[in-house]
């Protein structure tokens, strides 16, 4: 397996890569470089060394990951292992936003009404824009 019993640290660039937490590993320095990786509350660079027990923080695709490091690994590992690799304290991520399905028009009934693109401000919650209506 790509764990190693006798390794006490590791590089966070690499942790961070090989437990699937970003893509690439040139991404994981990326996002050290930027201060967007925090070791128990420290900004660090791609070299820093993690231990096991570490809090890391990484903000990453719009949210937030706190994760204790409970294993360290040397190569990427798959998402099973990796799983076990970390303990993910992370707050839930937010519920996706449900995607309106845009209205479709049939094809050639022309330009839509006022009444109409009154219709579909209600449907997109856009009422009480502009000027009261009576």
């Known amino acids: ?20 937490l970003t893509k690439t590993r040139s991404l994981a320095a990326a996002a050290c470089r930027a201060g967007h990786v ?28 706190i994760v204790v490091v409970s294993r360290l690994v040397r190569k990427r590992v798959g998402a099973p292992v ?29 330009r839509p009404t006022k009444r109409d693109r009154r219709e579909m401000d209600e449907l997109r919650g856009r009422t009480g824009l502009g000027p009261e209506r009576n």
């Open 1 to 20: 397996m790509a764990s190693d019993e006798g390794m006490t640290t590791t590089r966070i660039d690499s942790w961070i890569w090989s437990v699937r």
């Open 38 to 65: 925090r070791v128990n509350g420290e900004r660090v660079k791609p070299a820093h060394a993690v231990r096991t027990g570490d809090e890391v923080r990484l903000r990453h695709a719009g949210r937030e990951r």
């Open 82 to 110: 990796a799983a076990e690799c970390y303990i993910d304290n992370s707050p839930p991520a937010p519920p996706r936003e449900e995607v309106a399905l845009l209205a479709v028009r049939d094809r050639g009934t022309g």
